[in-house]
C-alpha cells in the first residue's frame, strides 16, 4: 500500500481507465512508499490493506502470496527460493498451460488470514501452483497484446453464441498472460449445452477455451456504474463477496415493496438492504409486536406505524384504516399490555398527565374573522363593472334605417336601450298607421 505523510494509507479508488496502464509498469515498481500509485490501481473490493507493514517484524516472510488478474479473479502462489518480491511486482506464475501474469497484491503473514478466510485447507498446500519469475518486458508486451485482444473477442463470441442459437450472454474474455489461453464468463438462466460452441470458438479464435458461468451480480460488479445514490456500485468498488437478501430486510425497516426501488442495476434486491437491517432488528427488540392491540375504557388499538428509533408506536382505533390516530411511547404500550393481562383497561392510551395537557391545547381558529362568502363578493364586483361597460356603449344613437332587411336588433342590456329600441319602433309603425287611419277617416 502506499504510505502518506501522516503515516496512515492512502486508499484511492481505482479508475477504470487505468486498467489499460497495468501491463507498462516494470517489475522493478515497488508499492510501499512509491510514488507510482500501483497499488491504487487495484480493484478497491480485491484489495487488503497491510495493515502490518508498518509495525516492526509484521512483514516477516512468507513463502506463499497472493497475486491478483483481471477483474476479481485471484490466487496464491508459492515463491521460490532466494526470490524476494514486494507489492506491486508483476510476476509470471504457473498455468494450465503455460504461464499467467499477475500482480502480487498481498505478502508476509497476512498471507495466512486470507487463506484461511477463502477457505483453503492444509492438505491442499502441496497443490499450491509457484512463481516462475518477475515480468520481463518481453512478458508484459504479450501481455498487452493479449488484453488488447478481448473486446473483439467477446463480441464475435457473442455472434457465434446467437447464431448457435444457444440461450446465453458473453458478459466478458480474459486472456492469459501467454495468449494460449481465454476464459470466457457467461450468464444464463437455465442450463446450456455449450460443447457445439466451444469447437468454434477454439476453431476461430486457436487458443484453449475455458467456460465460466456468473451470477448477475458478478456481472454488475464487473461492468460498474452508478447506483440510485449516487455513489459508484458497492459490487464493484469495496465489496468482495454477495450475501443472499431477501425481502424481508425490506419489511424489518418499513420499506415500501416496490420491486422497482428495491431492485438494483443487476435486476436482483439490492445488497444495500443488508447494510442496516441488524439495527433495526436490534432496535425491534424493545419494541411491542405489531399484532398485539390494546384495550382501554374508549376503544381498541391497533399498530399503524412504528418509529424503531425514537421508540414511538402510532395507533389507530379502526384496523383498516387511519382514525384517530394516537401516538405513545414503547413504555407506555408495554404499560398497557401488562395492564390487559391483569384484566385492567386504562382510561385511555395516553397517561393522565398527557391527556390533561392535550385538553388543555388552545387552537386558534384562523377563519373566525373570515366571511363565508368573502370569494362571492369579488365575482359580484366583476359583474358590475362589466355591466358597467356593457351600459355605457349602449349609450350610442343608432340611427333608424328604412329597410327592414338590414335591420338588425340588439339584445336588451339596461333600460335606456330598451326605450331608444321602442321608440323607433313606434316611429315606423305610427307612420304607417296614421296613413292608414287617415283615409279610413276620408271615407
Not at 487458443?207 to 464487473?222: D, L, N, P, S, T
Not at 450475501?243 to 420491486?259: E, G, H, K
Given at each position: 500500500?502506499?504510505?502518506?505523510p501522516?503515516?496512515?494509507?492512502?486508499?484511492?479508488?481505482?479508475?477504470?481507465?487505468?486498467?489499460?496502464?497495468?501491463?507498462?509498469?516494470?517489475?522493478?515498481?515497488?508499492?510501499?512508499?512509491?510514488?507510482?500509485?500501483?497499488?491504487?490501481?487495484?480493484r478497491?473490493?480485491?484489495?487488503?490493506?497491510?495493515?502490518?507493514?508498518?509495525?516492526?517484524?509484521?512483514?516477516?516472510?512468507?513463502?506463499?502470496?497472493?497475486v491478483?488478474?483481471?477483474?476479481?479473479?485471484?490466487?496464491?502462489?508459492?515463491?521460490?527460493?532466494?526470490?524476494?518480491?514486494e507489492?506491486?511486482?508483476m510476476?509470471?506464475?504457473?498455468?494450465?498451460?503455460?504461464?499467467?501474469?499477475?500482480?502480487?497484491?498481498?505478502?508476509?503473514?497476512?498471507?495466512?488470514?486470507?487463506?484461511?478466510?477463502?477457505?483453503?485447507?492444509?492438505?491442499?498446500?502441496?497443490?499450491?501452483?509457484?512463481?516462475?519469475?518477475?515480468?520481463?518486458?518481453?512478458?508484459?508486451?504479450?501481455?498487452e497484446?493479449?488484453?488488447?485482444?478481448?473486446?473483439?473477442?467477446?463480441?464475435?463470441?457473442?455472434?457465434?453464441?446467437?447464431?448457435?442459437?444457444?440461450?446465453?450472454?458473453?458478459?466478458?474474455?480474459?486472456?492469459?498472460?501467454?495468449?494460449?489461453?481465454?476464459?470466457?464468463?457467461?450468464?444464463?438462466?437455465?442450463?446450456?449445452?455449450?460443447?457445439?460452441?466451444?469447437?468454434?470458438?477454439?476453431?476461430?479464435?486457436?487458443?484453449?477455451?475455458?467456460?465460466?458461468?456468473?451470477?448477475?451480480?458478478?456481472?454488475?460488479?464487473?461492468?460498474?456504474?452508478?447506483?440510485?445514490?449516487?455513489?459508484?456500485?458497492?459490487?464493484?468498488?469495496w465489496?468482495?463477496?454477495?450475501?443472499?437478501?431477501?425481502?424481508?430486510?425490506?419489511?424489518?425497516?418499513?420499506?415500501?415493496?416496490?420491486?422497482?426501488?428495491?431492485?438494483?442495476q443487476?435486476?436482483?434486491?439490492?445488497?444495500?438492504?443488508n447494510?442496516?437491517?441488524?439495527?433495526?432488528?436490534?432496535?425491534?427488540?424493545?419494541?411491542?409486536?405489531?399484532?398485539?392491540?390494546l384495550?382501554?375504557?374508549?376503544?381498541?388499538?391497533?399498530?399503524?406505524?412504528?418509529d424503531?428509533?425514537?421508540?414511538?408506536?402510532?395507533?389507530?382505533?379502526?384496523?383498516?384504516?387511519?382514525?384517530?390516530?394516537?401516538?405513545?411511547?414503547?413504555?407506555?404500550?408495554?404499560e398497557?399490555?401488562?395492564?390487559?393481562?391483569?384484566?385492567?383497561?386504562?382510561?385511555?392510551?395516553?397517561?393522565?398527565?398527557?391527556?390533561?395537557?392535550?385538553?388543555?391545547?388552545?387552537?386558534n381558529?384562523?377563519?373566525?374573522?373570515?366571511?363565508?362568502?368573502?370569494?362571492?363578493?369579488?365575482?359580484?364586483?366583476?359583474?358590475n363593472?362589466?355591466?358597467?361597460?356593457?351600459?355605457?356603449?349602449?349609450?350610442?344613437?343608432?340611427?333608424?334605417?328604412?329597410?327592414?332587411?338590414?335591420?338588425?336588433?340588439?339584445?336588451?342590456?339596461?333600460?335606456?336601450?330598451?326605450?331608444?329600441?321602442?321608440?323607433?319602433?313606434?316611429?315606423?309603425?305610427?307612420?304607417?298607421?296614421?296613413?292608414?287611419?287617415?283615409?279610413?277617416?276620408?271615407?
Open positions: 500500500m502506499e504510505e502518506s501522516n503515516g496512515g494509507v492512502n486508499d484511492t479508488p481505482r479508475q477504470p481507465d487505468e486498467a489499460a496502464k497495468e501491463g507498462a509498469d516494470t517489475s522493478t515498481q515497488k508499492t510501499a512508499g512509491c510514488a507510482c500509485g500501483c497499488c491504487d490501481r487495484l478497491d473490493n480485491l484489495r487488503c490493506t497491510n495493515w502490518l507493514a508498518h509495525i516492526p517484524g509484521g512483514g516477516a516472510d512468507y513463502e506463499i502470496v497472493e491478483h488478474f483481471k477483474n476479481t479473479r485471484k490466487g496464491f502462489y508459492r515463491l521460490p527460493e532466494g526470490m524476494k518480491v507489492e506491486g511486482d510476476v509470471a506464475v504457473e498455468a494450465q498451460p503455460g504461464h499467467d501474469i499477475g500482480r502480487v497484491a498481498l505478502t508476509g503473514d497476512l498471507v495466512k488470514i486470507q487463506m484461511r478466510r477463502a477457505g483453503f485447507r492444509s492438505e491442499n498446500f502441496d497443490a499450491i501452483k509457484s512463481i516462475f519469475r518477475k515480468a520481463k518486458p518481453q512478458d508484459l508486451e504479450k501481455y497484446e493479449a488484453k488488447a485482444r478481448e473486446n473483439d473477442t467477446m463480441i464475435r463470441s457473442r455472434r457465434i453464441a446467437e447464431s448457435l442459437g444457444l440461450n446465453m450472454k458473453i458478459g466478458d474474455v480474459e486472456y492469459q498472460g501467454d495468449g494460449n489461453k481465454a476464459i470466457f464468463y457467461y450468464i444464463a438462466d437455465e442450463r446450456v449445452d455449450f460443447r457445439q460452441l466451444i469447437k468454434v470458438l477454439a476453431e476461430t479464435f486457436k487458443v484453449r477455451i475455458e467456460m465460466k458461468q456468473i451470477g448477475a451480480r458478478q456481472e454488475a460488479a464487473r461492468i460498474g456504474g452508478i447506483g440510485p445514490c449516487g455513489r459508484p456500485l458497492c459490487c464493484a468498488t465489496m468482495s463477496n454477495f450475501v443472499s437478501v431477501s425481502t424481508a430486510a425490506a419489511r424489518y425497516q418499513d420499506i415500501s415493496l416496490n420491486p422497482q426501488k428495491l431492485a438494483g443487476c435486476a436482483k434486491l439490492k445488497c444495500c438492504l447494510f442496516e437491517v441488524d439495527a433495526y432488528m436490534e432496535c425491534l427488540k424493545e419494541m411491542p409486536e405489531k399484532n398485539v392491540r384495550e382501554t375504557d374508549d376503544a381498541t388499538w391497533y399498530v399503524f406505524k412504528t424503531v428509533f425514537k421508540k414511538e408506536i402510532t395507533y389507530s382505533s379502526d384496523k383498516q384504516i387511519a382514525a384517530n390516530l394516537t401516538v405513545i411511547d414503547a413504555v407506555r404500550a408495554f398497557i399490555i401488562e395492564m390487559n393481562k391483569a384484566g385492567e383497561k386504562p382510561r385511555s392510551l395516553l397517561r393522565d398527565e398527557e391527556a390533561d395537557a392535550k385538553k388543555g391545547k388552545q387552537y381558529d384562523i377563519l373566525a374573522d373570515s366571511s363565508l362568502n368573502r370569494f362571492d363578493s369579488k365575482s359580484r364586483r366583476k359583474k363593472k362589466s355591466g358597467k361597460k356593457n351600459k355605457g356603449n349602449q349609450e350610442t344613437p343608432q340611427q333608424p334605417q328604412e329597410a327592414k332587411a338590414q335591420e338588425t336588433v340588439q339584445p336588451e342590456k339596461g333600460k335606456e336601450g330598451g326605450s331608444q329600441r321602442s321608440r323607433n319602433r313606434n316611429r315606423r309603425r305610427g307612420g304607417h298607421g296614421n296613413q292608414g287611419g287617415g283615409e279610413k277617416s276620408e271615407g
